[in-house]
């Protein structure tokens, strides 16, 4: 068993993988109630924009009720926590994000709306507060440009609690923040490890812990990881004023659109069961834009800045897993749902190291106050009665056996 550091020497931590969630930890990692605790090191092997990875990719939609559509009641939970959280951990960052929370409308065209009442009787709400049906009036009351289309919207739903951020402007920020930190990161740089022991540049250097958050970076090491395809569209529309993520509930191409600041729309949904990693096919890129346009006219005359499509790393049951062997912790599977799901992870991740910094200590049960199952810790993995795992702790973590 590993001996105890010393509290008074920063313990070394290895992130490998600079998307979404590498970033995120190693700026949760270096706040400034634990600068004297961490020594961070940052390994990537994409630039620091992360034009590789699959957060550069994504829409950042928060909307854990709109998913809970399709996953689980766990990631709906999630999701709502991780909404609470994320102004916070905004506000540490060294630049803004944009970042609102008004809500996600759902429509559908006359002919689709058995589609539209099929999203909503699959929606795990716990509330009729967080659900509101809309006729054509309340649309154009939320979204007055629809009401200047030829063809009307006469049923919608709207979710007043959903979110959404930039993320192109999330990661920029958060590379800023790791440089004004002095955090060291190896950018370009292929990495693999054993345990706590970090392979890169023809050498190899041991860490007090390790944190793996390569995604389909780390299938050498996770047969069970598989990668889930999915096709993006950005534009520039200046005749398209909405103000709100929308999403069109279609038999055939359901799709979301998200505005974000300067009139700029991230377009997609399409979601494939491949590995392909081919551009964006010609079906898909015309299924989205005429889905887009049949939203909103201004569409016609957009200018495409781009359209690309990437993989999400993804774990059989499409819910992200924390493994905790040893002192390497593997985060990954986070599917669609990574900016959905972000902060809890990253939550989860700190308790872990936390809870293993404060480990020889008698076997306790501890209890949280979410009204999720208690939490029963082994004698590699105690912790003090102050350090309680945040909610979904026991969800998410597994320990790998040895």
């Known amino acids: 068993m590993d001996t105890p550091k010393n509290d008074s020497k920063p313990s070394r931590v290895a992130i490998l993988g600079a998307g979404l969630m590498g970033r995120m ?33 994504a829409a950042a939609m928060l909307a854990p009720l709109a998913e809970s559509a399709e996953a689980s009641k766990n990631i709906m939970r999630m999701g709502e926590q991780s909404l609470n959280l994320w102004p916070e951990f ?72 959903e979110g959404q951020l930039d993320n192109r402007e999330l990661l920029s920020s958060l590379a800023l923040t790791i440089k004004k930190r002095n955090i060291a990161w190896f950018r370009n740089t ?79 949904a399409t979601q494939i069961e491949s590995e392909d990693r081919r551009q964006p096919t010609i079906r898909s890129a015309l299924e989205l834009l005429s889905s887009c346009y049949s939203v909103h006219k201004g569409f016609a005359e957009a200018e495409i800045l781009e359209m690309k499509a990437g993989l999400r790393p993804a774990l059989p049951d499409n819910e992200p897993k924390i493994t905790v062997d040893g002192q390497s912790i593997q985060v990954n599977g986070l599917f669609r749902h990574g900016y959905l799901l972000a902060p809890v992870l990253v939550e989860q991740c700190l308790a872990v190291i936390q809870q293993t910094q404060t480990a020889l200590k008698p076997k306790k049960t501890l209890k949280n106050s979410a009204g999720l199952p208690n939490i029963q810790l082994s004698s590699s993995h105690e912790t003090d009665s102050n350090c309680v795992p945040p909610p979904f702790f026991e969800q998410l973590v597994e320990h790998a056996h040895v």
Not at 25 to 53: I, P, R
Not at 94 to 120: C, K, M, N, T
Request: charged fraction near 20%; hydrophobic fraction near 40%.
């Open 25 to 57: 930890l190693a700026v949760a990692l270096t706040q400034k109630n634990l600068a004297d605790e961490y020594n961070v090191v940052l390994f990537d092997q994409d630039n620091e924009h992360g034009h590789d990875s699959a957060a550069y990719l």
């Open 90 to 161: 905004l506000e540490t960052l060294e630049a803004p994000v944009f970042f609102q929370q008004q809500g996600s409308l759902i429509l559908s065209h006359d002919q689709d709306r058995a589609y539209l009442l099929d999203f909503q009787r699959r929606l795990k709400r716990h509330n009729n507060q967080s659900v509101k049906a809309l006729n054509k009036d309340a649309i154009e009351q939320l979204e007055p440009s629809l009401a200047n289309q030829s063809k009307y919207f006469m049923n919608g739903l709207f979710l007043p609690n």
């Open 190 to 268: 292929a990495v693999e490890h054993h345990g706590n022991e970090v392979i890169f540049n023809n050498q190899s250097t041991k860490f007090d812990w390790v944190i793996d958050c390569r995604g389909l970076g780390a299938k050498t090491v996770n047969a069970n990881l598989r990668g889930v395809r999915g096709e993006v569209i950005r534009v520039h529309a200046p005749e398209v004023d909405l103000s709100r993520p929308v999403r069109l509930m279609h038999p055939r191409y359901p799709i979301y659109i998200a505005p974000k600041r300067n009139y700029h729309f991230v377009i997609g």
